[in-house]
């Protein structure tokens, strides 16, 4: 048989929590290791603090030993039940694992807690039965006792290796530079729903690298969205003199129908054409002639990466419009050659995630849950789908949350990197497409006067596989 | 003191996954629970699979056994397959292993592996030494020549097997192959000299996982993970444009002689997905990269791309028909009758071929346990017979594989499938050019 546990995952999440973000390693287990006393004492002496959980018919309950113990150490417990969802508790004070394990058959005002593995029951006083919630003050029959040793998901070890790892990605995004140098900039484009987090991602990025939470993007959360217009940020490095290898573009929230950004600019955004601070309209696109319209941008000037940016707790509640402009915008960027990735927010204030889960998000139940519902509803390959956990509210940088964002953004300059390198491919040794596309290959390789017709309104950028 | 493991986290995270995405339960902790041989059993016996590491200034020896620890001796007597690991701190990925046939015996202190009556490995808890024989010295990488006296002792319980009998043998292959495999791939050479590149060709039913296997061997090769080609799920194909994707080692490397060619998927309905029409021009090499394809209407020898004389080094030299194993069983008439149609194009232009079944949850059950290839049982079983009569696949050239579409880090037991598969497509192209008049 294997040394498994019986709780579900929802009640081991829930018990882990409940006692402070732990994680649990199973020690001993009653039908593996026999329902013997000698035997759960040498499985579970000396291993740190642990917790004991009791299945008996309907009911789960059990102790919480928060010292490590010998046999005749007196330790303090806390009883625990599950009563539907909820953990009830009840601190029963100290007693030592050799009276509660040996002593089933004392007298026992004292003490509130006696258990007999082998008769498989355990028994409390009536008032530790009562405050536990438990609708009967009879000695319980069990038929499993599970023992785990309880260690901090945040503990030194932990928070060494990921102070290292956050290190090493500050110092390889700094270092960073774009596929065979062909610009100086990645540029980032965020696009989504009003409230997303689109601006809060930004501001989380440069909190990062700035060693200090800021607040540069306006952020809000009513519904027409605090940014209106387009911008176009890029951050200094504070360690050098020069800005970090990467500008994130910060638009307009879609929104339902009519509403947010107009769906005709994105072209313009990825191609290029529209320059920081453009006053967006969601009733109209922007125009040549605008003040803001770029006629002929350069590569550095175009997206080289896209973000959908998603709130992880309503991302399977958008509505059929949204899904739908969703969809567009991803064959658009698709058709543009620009590599997409998914970005969902918020996930500190989802239910039952810690800030402990936050570092192997990946692997948390509700968050795995999660991911599988945006990938079966919106059709994302999962992993494509990033989660962060933006700086919202705090003032103090937590290299936990640091680890997230700057994964995400590394996951986006490789897309970006992607995007670079096939572009490339185009001109490599194929002299052909040098005739046929040389209107194209100018707006990169070119001044742009070079290939400019006066006259002409053809936007050379346009035949670049996206008509 | 702190029941916690000398690991560090990354190195516990490198060995989690090296040993087959498995989770590490730390049981007994010398420093903690003692040098004794009775506090080891105390703590582990009857625990399942364990692994046991040793800990030597900058080398950590592991020992992984299937067989539970056990207070009677009798039960560890019959010989069974252990790995054996090591690797220099920090660096967990690149570890030496080796598999032998041993027995256990713990007693008066020791810890003792023998292989067919020879010790080959013992730890001796109450003066914490280990010693090592010359060979498996050798194989680990542990050069010493006397015993050597260790830091500490852990063993950890090993959660996530799945297969006991298989196991062994699964994590020793990402170990033993990916490194020679990618090597190979990265020298390779197309034996015929008068073709410099060879070009796979990617056909399926949509959202089969054609673009997905594009993006995982260019992950491979990049040593991280890759989009260029779009994945996704919708109604009709993600991929609308027919693309060549040449493959590049590292991120400053050189391109390798074989690209692979994704296109539009195969739909049921007439007038969805990819053009039938179309089929043959791809596979002569008529096609240009980029093309944007039409479900209703193929490419003309009018278009201004249209590569009217290709070479040899154009056309497909290999085609692999890509199958979500998952949906072999309701292949829809029309989609059977479709795909028997794009059989017969392949079969006529004399190009050689193979099966992808993708999706697979765990690939290596689906694997002979001592190489690479598919087990007779799976093989046997009749649908994937089925499909592999239908498109005249010989059941030999019938791959599996689990794309990189579920994780955000390379995992060395992908890597391997992926790369055997790309490596068997290589050898059934070179078949086509023996076979060229
Ligand atoms: N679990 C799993 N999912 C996969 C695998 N391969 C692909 N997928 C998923 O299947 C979906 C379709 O994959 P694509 O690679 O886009 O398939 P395609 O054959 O290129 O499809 P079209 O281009 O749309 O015809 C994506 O959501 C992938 O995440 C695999 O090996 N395992
Ligand atoms: N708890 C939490 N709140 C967030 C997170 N990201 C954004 N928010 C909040 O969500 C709201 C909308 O954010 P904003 O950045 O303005 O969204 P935008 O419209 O996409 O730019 C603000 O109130 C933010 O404080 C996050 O990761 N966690
Ligand atoms: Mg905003
Ligand atoms: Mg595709």
Redo the contacts with the bound molecule.
């Keep these: 048989m294997a040394v498994a546990t019986r709780l579900t995952g929802m009640q081991e999440k829930k018990l882990q929590n409940y006692f402070g973000g732990k994680q649990f390693t199973l020690l001993y287990k009653a039908t593996v290791h026999e329902f013997s006393e000698d035997n759960l004492l040498q499985k579970c002496c000396d291993q740190g603090p642990t917790v004991m959980v009791i299945y008996g018919g309907a009911y789960v309950l059990g102790a919480y030993i928060r010292e490590s113990y010998k046999r005749d150490d007196r330790v303090p417990i806390v009883l625990f039940a599950f009563q539907e969802n909820e953990i009830s508790e009840c601190n029963i004070g100290v007693d030592s694992p050799s009276s509660f394990l040996y002593q089933y058959n004392r007298k026992w005002d004292d003490s509130g807690f006696l258990l007999n593995l082998e008769q498989k029951k355990v028994n409390m006083n009536l008032d530790t039965f009562k405050k536990l919630g438990l609708p009967q003050n009879r000695p319980i029959s069990f038929e499993e006792c599970e023992v785990f040793r309880c260690e901090d998901l945040l503990d030194k070890r932990i928070m060494k290796g990921i102070t290292q790892l956050h290190d090493k990605l500050l110092a390889d995004m700094r270092i960073y530079r774009p596929h065979r140098d062909l610009i100086h900039q990645i540029r980032i484009l965020l696009l989504g729903p009003t409230g997303a987090g689109k601006s809060s991602f930004f501001n989380s990025v440069k909190s990062v690298f700035r060693g200090h939470v800021t607040h540069q993007a306006l952020v809000g959360s009513d519904t027409t969205g605090v940014s209106d217009k387009y911008r176009t940020y890029s951050i200094k490095d504070p360690r050098a003199d020069r800005p970090l290898p990467f500008i994130l573009c910060d638009s307009m929230g879609l929104g339902e129908r009519e509403k947010g950004l107009c769906m005709d600019d994105i072209v313009y955004i990825l191609k290029g054409h529209i320059s920081d601070r453009y006053q967006f309209d969601s009733t109209k696109a922007i125009t040549p002639g605008h003040s803001n319209y770029i006629d002929y941008p350069l590569l550095k000037d175009r997206i080289h990466c896209a973000a959908f940016v998603f709130d992880i707790n309503s991302v399977e509640y958008l509505s059929r419009d949204m899904m739908a402009k969703i969809k567009k915008i991803r064959r658009e960027l698709i058709k543009c050659g620009v590599v997409h990735v998914v970005l969902l927010t918020h996930v500190d204030s989802m239910d039952l995630v810690t800030r402990g889960d936050l570092r192997d998000i990946y692997s948390c139940m509700p968050v795995k849950l999660k991911l599988e519902t945006v990938?079966r509803e919106l059709?994302f390959?999962?992993s494509d789908i990033l989660v962060v956990s933006n700086y919202t509210s705090e003032w103090e940088l937590d290299p936990v949350k640091d680890v997230l964002i700057l994964s995400a953004l590394r996951q986006m300059l490789w897309a970006a990197d992607d995007f670079l390198e096939d572009l490339l491919l185009e001109e490599t040794g194929r002299c052909i497409w040098w005739y046929r596309h040389l209107e194209v290959s100018a707006v990169w390789l070119l001044p742009a006067w070079i290939c400019w017709v006066p006259g002409s309104s053809l936007c050379p950028c346009r035949s670049l596989s996206c008509e | 003191m702190a029941v916690t493991t000398r690991l560090t986290w990354s190195e516990e995270k490198s060995l989690q996954k090296m040993l087959g995405n498995v989770s590490l339960r730390l049981l007994y902790k010398s420093s903690v629970h003692g040098n004794k041989t009775s506090s080891i059993l105390d703590k582990c016996t009857c625990q399942g699979p364990t692994v046991t590491m040793i800990y030597i200034r900058n080398t950590t020896v592991g020992i992984l056994m299937l067989r539970p620890y056990s207070k009677t001796y009798d039960h560890l007597k019959r010989p069974t397959p252990t790995f054996y690991f090591s690797y220099q701190r920090n660096i967990a990925t690149e570890m030496r292993t080796e598999v032998l046939e041993t027995e256990t015996k713990i007693a008066s202190g020791q810890l003792v592996f023998y292989s067919s009556g020879q010790e080959v490995l013992s730890v001796c808890l109450n003066d914490t030494k280990l010693s090592i024989n010359d060979s498996l010295s050798k194989a680990l990488g542990v050069y010493t020549r006397s015993d050597i006296n260790y830091l500490e002792c852990e063993v950890f319980r090993v959660e996530g097997i799945e297969d006991d009998t298989n196991y062994i043998r699964k994590i020793t292959r990402a170990t033993k192959h990916r490194n020679p495999l990618l090597a190979e791939l990265r020298t390779y050479k197309p034996c015929a000299d008068f073709v410099s590149k060879i070009r796979i060709l990617l056909l399926?039913p949509?959202?089969?996982?054609?673009?997905?296997f594009i993006n995982s061997v260019k992950s491979v090769f990049q040593g991280r993970l890759t989009r260029q080609a779009p994945?996704?799920?919708d109604v009709t194909?993600?991929?609308e444009q027919y693309r060549i994707y040449p493959i590049k080692y590292g991120n400053y490397g050189d391109y390798l002689p074989f690209s692979l060619c994704d296109s539009?998927?195969l739909h049921e309905k007439e007038g969805v997905g990819l053009c039938m029409d179309d089929i043959p021009y791809i596979l002569k090499g008529c096609m240009p990269d980029r093309y944007q394809l039409n479900p209703n209407k193929p490419i003309t020898p009018n278009h201004p791309n249209f590569i009217s004389t290709p070479s040899l080094k154009d056309s497909i030299h290999c085609v692999a028909y890509?199958i979500d194993i998952n949906s072999i069983n309701d292949l829809s008439s029309k989609m059977v009758a479709k795909l028997k149609q794009v059989q017969k194009e392949v079969l006529s232009c004399g190009i050689a071929c193979v099966l992808l079944l993708?999706?697979v949850t765990n690939c290596s059950e689906f694997l002979q346990d001592n190489s690479l290839n598919m087990d007779k049982s799976m093989t046997s079983q009749s649908q994937i017979m089925h499909v592999s009569k239908m498109l005249s696949v010989p059941i030999y050239n019938t791959f599996v594989?689990?794309?990189y579409?579920?994780e955000w880090e390379l995992d060395p037991l992908k890597d391997t499938q992926i790369l055997f598969v790309l490596r068997q497509m290589l050898r059934v192209a070179e078949d086509f050019f023996e076979d060229l008049p």
């Design positions: 990938h059709g390959a999962l | 399926g949509v959202g089969s996982g054609k673009s997905s994945v996704g799920s194909s993600i991929t539009m998927g890509v993708t999706k594989v689990e794309n579409t579920s």
